[in-house]
Every structure is written in structure tokens, then in C-alpha cells.
């Protein structure tokens, strides 16, 4: 089940590798956008990949979330500052993660480990 969850990771900096190594740790396959901006393609890249989760960086954590929303009304969560606040939106149901600059390994690690045992209480 891990192979079929692909993470799209977008931070305004063109960071996000650090992210994308504790994802691919945990077993998911993270699809990092290169460049400065690339959380405001959060929501097309996740469209064009069929993902199904999405984490965005900004200063806000907003930006990216807010304009996958408006395009391709994914369910989000934004302006989180903490991984343990991310986990709580996973639970609720958001799939487009808004952060403000976290780029660090365990965030993804988490979230992506979180998302899998949600997919196995429902299986």
C-alpha cells in the first residue's frame, strides 16, 4: 500500500528535501517541486500525479493550501507550525498539509506513517 502513496511537497524557498527523505523513510513516494514558488503548484502537481497528500511550505503555511482549495477543491489545513498539528489534520480528513517553513525529515516521516495507518483501520 506504501508505493501507492505518493506526497507532493512544495516549499516557497525551493526547499522541501528534507521532507521528501523522511517520506520516502517512511515508505511513501514524495514528488518534490524544484524551485523558488513551488508551493503554489502544490494542488497542479498533486492534480497531474494523482497524489494523495500534499504539504506546502510558506512563511503564512497558507499560500499553496489556499490555492489548491480554489482549484481543485482539495480538503486542507494551514497555518500549522507544529508536526503534531499536522497529524490532527491528517485525522480530520485534510489532504493538503500548510506549514510554515519546516523542512525537516520527521515531518515527513510522520505524516506519511500517520496516513498509512489510516489506510489500514479502513482497509
Known amino acids: 500500500m506504501a508505493d501507492k502513496v505518493k506526497?507532493?511537497?512544495g516549499d516557497r524557498l525551493g526547499k522541501g528535501q528534507a521532507v521528501a527523505a523522511g517520506v520516502e523513510k517512511a515508505g511513501g513516494?514524495?514528488?518534490l517541486i524544484p524551485g523558488p514558488g513551488a508551493d503554489m503548484k502544490v494542488g497542479d502537481v498533486m492534480n497531474a500525479e494523482k497524489a494523495t497528500?500534499?504539504?506546502c511550505f510558506c512563511g503564512s503555511g497558507g499560500a499553496g493550501a489556499v490555492t489548491a482549495k480554489a482549484k481543485y477543491g482539495h480538503d486542507v489545513e494551514f497555518g500549522m507550525r507544529s508536526i503534531?498539528?499536522?497529524i490532527t489534520a491528517l485525522r480530520a480528513g485534510k489532504r493538503v498539509l500548510g506549514f510554515g517553513f519546516m523542512d525537516v525529515e520527521d515531518l515527513g516521516y510522520r505524516i506519511t506513517t500517520e496516513y498509512l495507518q489510516l489506510l489500514e483501520k479502513e482497509a
Request: glycine share 16%.
Open 53 to 55: 497528500l500534499g504539504i
Open 84 to 86: 503534531e498539528a499536522g
Open 7 to 9: 506526497v507532493v511537497i
Open 29 to 31: 513516494v514524495p514528488v
